[in-house]
C-alpha cells in the first residue's frame, strides 16, 4: 500500500518568513495530492490540492509542488501569519479505475508556529 | 464545500459497551469514509462506507469491530464496539465530492474511554 512520509514533524518561524514542508509517497500511481490544516481542536481544512497532470498550483500565500519522477510534493507558504500557527497534513490517493478517491494515505503532520 | 454533521461531538464511554457516531451530508455523495485520528496522531483509513452494500475495511480494521451502515447517500453511522481505552480516539466522517473534486471532513467524534 501506499506510504507517506513528511518532514519536518515542528517547523518553527518568524512572521513573514516562508515556511515549506515536504512530503515523500511510494505508491507511483497516486495522482491527488491535498494539503489540510488542522487548529487544535477542529477537523481538518482542505487548503489546497494538486493532481499528477500540472507540477505547480498557487493560492495568494500557499503553494504546491509537485515532482512525480522523485514522488515528492512539498508545501509552501509565504509572508507567514501568526493565524498559520497549526499542523499540517499532506496526503495521497490514486484513483484507480474512478473508485478509489477519498481513500487518503496522510503523513504524520507538521506543527507549524509562525512567532509573532 | 459539502456541510457534513456528526452526533454526538464527544461522549465518555465505559469499557466493554458500544457508541454510535452518525455522519450526516446535507447532499448526496458517493463516496463515504470513516477515519481515525488517535491522540497527537495523524489521521488512518478505517473503512469506506458503501452505499447499499457491505462497507470495505482497511488492513487492521475489521467489521466486527468497526461495523457500518450506508443506508442511503447522504447519511452512514460507525459503531465502536467492545470498547477498551485504545479507542479513545477522534472519529471523523469524509466525503467525496464528485462535482468538485475534492474531500471534506466531518467536525469529528471525541471518544474517550475509561
Known amino acids: 500500500g501506499e506510504n507517506v512520509e513528511q518532514h519536518p514533524s515542528t517547523l518553527s518561524v518568524q512572521e513573514g518568513d516562508s515556511a515549506v514542508i515536504k512530503c515523500t509517497y511510494s505508491?507511483?500511481?497516486?495522482?491527488?495530492f491535498p494539503w489540510y490544516k488542522q487548529e487544535l481542536g477542529k477537523r481538518p481544512q482542505l487548503i489546497i490540492d494538486?493532481?499528477?497532470?500540472?507540477g505547480e498550483k498557487k493560492d495568494q500565500r500557499i503553494a504546491v509542488t509537485l515532482n512525480k519522477t522523485a514522488k515528492h510534493f512539498s508545501l509552501h507558504i509565504t509572508e507567514t501569519q501568526p493565524e498559520d500557527s497549526a499542523v499540517y497534513f499532506c496526503?495521497?490517493?490514486?484513483?484507480?479505475?474512478?473508485?478509489?478517491?477519498?481513500?487518503?494515505?496522510f503523513g504524520q503532520g507538521t506543527i507549524l508556529t509562525v512567532h509573532p | 464545500s459539502a456541510v457534513i454533521s456528526q452526533k454526538p461531538s464527544r461522549d465518555i464511554c465505559q469499557r466493554g459497551t458500544s457508541l454510535t457516531i452518525q455522519c450526516q451530508v446535507d447532499?448526496?455523495?458517493?463516496?463515504m469514509f470513516w477515519y481515525r485520528q488517535q491522540p497527537g496522531q495523524s489521521l488512518t483509513l478505517i473503512a469506506t462506507?458503501?452505499?447499499?452494500?457491505?462497507?470495505?475495511?482497511e488492513s487492521g480494521f475489521v467489521i466486527d469491530k468497526f461495523p457500518i451502515s450506508r443506508p442511503n447517500l447522504t447519511f452512514s453511522t460507525l459503531t465502536v464496539s467492545n470498547l477498551s481505552p485504545e479507542d479513545s480516539s477522534i472519529y471523523l466522517c469524509?466525503?467525496?465530492?464528485?462535482?468538485?473534486?475534492?474531500?471534506?471532513f466531518g467536525p469529528g467524534t471525541r471518544l474517550t474511554v475509561t
Open positions: 496526503a495521497a490517493s490514486s484513483d484507480a479505475g474512478g473508485t478509489s478517491y477519498g481513500k487518503l494515505t
Open positions: 462506507a458503501n452505499q447499499g452494500s457491505e462497507a470495505t475495511y
Open positions: 494538486i493532481r499528477s497532470n500540472v
Open positions: 447532499s448526496q455523495v458517493t463516496m
Open positions: 505508491d507511483s500511481a497516486s495522482n491527488y
Open positions: 469524509s466525503v467525496w465530492t464528485g462535482q468538485t473534486y475534492e474531500q471534506y
